[in-house]
Structures are given as C-alpha cells and as structure tokens.
C-alpha cells in the first residue's frame, strides 16, 4: 500500500534533550512538510521541502531542525532549543505542480514533554 | 497574500440533518480549495478540492462543497449527517504559482453529530 508513515506514534522529551521524528513516504512524491499542531488551531509550518537536498523554513522553524538526503524520508528533530514542544506534528507530502498540488497527511507524532 | 476563516469553530447536528460547514477564503490569485476532515489522534484525510474546473466539487463520504468567487466562500456541505462524520474539519487555501509550501489552513470546525 502507498502512502505516509510517521513514527513513533508518541514521543516523550526530557529537558534539554533533541528528539527527532520520523516520516516515510512511499508515494514518489517530490515534496514534503512539517507541520504543528495546537490544540483548537489549524496547522502550522515548520519546514518543507520541494527536492531532495534542499529544503526551506516555514511559518515557525525556530527550534526545529530537518534533512531530506532521500527522496522517501523528510526527519524532524525538535531541538532543546525549542521550549514550547508539546503537540501533534504532522507530516505530509504532494503530489502534482502548481494548482493540481494536493497534500497527503501522515498520521501523526504527539510529542509530550517530561 | 491568503487567508482562510471558518466561520464557525463547533457545529451541532443531529444524525440525518443536513450538515453546514463555512468556510470564506482572501487570495490575490486564483486559489485552490480543499477540505480535509480530521478524527481524532489521526492525520489529515482529504475530502475534496476546488482548482478551477468545475465549481460543485463532490468529495468522499457524500459531501460536496461550492466554489463562489463573488462571495470567496468555500463551504462544505452534506444532505445527511451520519454518526462517523463527527471530526474536525479544516478548510484550506493554496495560490497557484508561489512556492511549495504555502497552504494556509483555517483553525478547524468542530462536527459534532447527535444520536
């Protein structure tokens, strides 16, 4: 089956420490996201990439660090930079250019902290 | 510049009423629409999406949504509501010709459907 796996389902941070969360996409999609979630808001940007090796800050990337070495894998690492960490990260990727671009979602990270 | 207001953060309905979610969009360009429905501790599931063809776009699970430029409204819409259809629901705006990246989502709406 094609899609976009996350993992782990949760995740806790201590103090001062990087975490990092995966996302793998089977799709053969070129670009991929980093979003945040809060509770009672819509989704945030926090890095996206168009290509492999190359990739750019969202809305909110202070804090948060990324590699895309394979198309297939976008990681996020919360870094202990990041003070705020708690929420639902989703990843996603898209599929198409310009206004036929859709986006497919991951079924989620929560990050707790300890 | 875009944005994406959902007029309203709850909606209540009960099961088999029509359900009414809205959704008004700014955009300097033409957008691209969509509606993606979330259950909880899940991912995003898209319902459908507007680019410019058609402006009755007919999604999954029976809902459907109208593009109407003179309003810059999007809303979703369903004849008749069912149990499962009580999640969170975003509307969401994309400019053509810009950068990767830029979705702008609403803050959500919350379906509630009652027995």
């Known amino acids: 089956d094609g899609g976009i796996t996350q993992s782990p389902k949760y995740l806790f941070r201590k103090e001062g420490q990087n975490v990092t969360l995966s996302c793998e996409q089977n799709?053969?999609?070129?670009?991929m996201y980093w979003y945040r979630q809060d509770p009672g808001q819509g989704l945030r940007l926090i890095y996206y990439?168009?290509?492999?090796?190359?990739?750019q800050k969202g809305d909110i990337a202070e804090g948060y660090s990324v590699s895309r070495e394979k198309k297939e894998s976008f990681p996020l690492t919360v870094t202990s930079a990041q003070k705020n960490p708690t929420a639902f990260y989703l990843c996603?990727?898209?599929?198409?250019?310009?206004?036929?671009?859709?986006?497919?979602f991951g079924p989620g990270t929560r990050l707790l902290v300890l | 510049a875009q944005s994406v207001t959902q007029l309203d953060s709850h909606v209540s309905v009960s099961e088999g009423t029509p359900v009414l979610l809205r959704c008004n969009y700014s955009?300097?360009?033409?957008?691209?629409l969509f509606w993606y429905v979330q259950h909880p501790n899940k991912g995003l599931q898209l319902l459908l999406k507007?680019?410019?063809?058609?402006?009755l776009v007919k999604g999954i699970n029976g809902f459907e949504a109208e593009f109407k430029k003179s309003e810059t409204s999007f809303h979703l819409t369903k004849p008749s509501a069912h149990m499962s259809d009580a999640a969170e629901y975003f509307c969401?705006?994309?400019?053509?010709?810009?950068?990767?990246?830029?979705?702008?989502f609403g803050d959500g709406t919350t379906l509630t459907v009652k027995p």
């Open positions: 969401v705006v994309s400019v053509l010709n810009t950068n990767a990246g830029k979705s702008t």
């Open positions: 955009s300097s360009y033409s957008p691209s």
């Open positions: 799709l053969n999609h070129d670009a």
């Open positions: 507007y680019t410019s063809a058609a402006t």
């Open positions: 996603a990727s898209s599929s198409g250019a310009g206004e036929f671009e859709t986006q497919y």
């Open positions: 990439s168009q290509i492999v090796n190359d990739f």
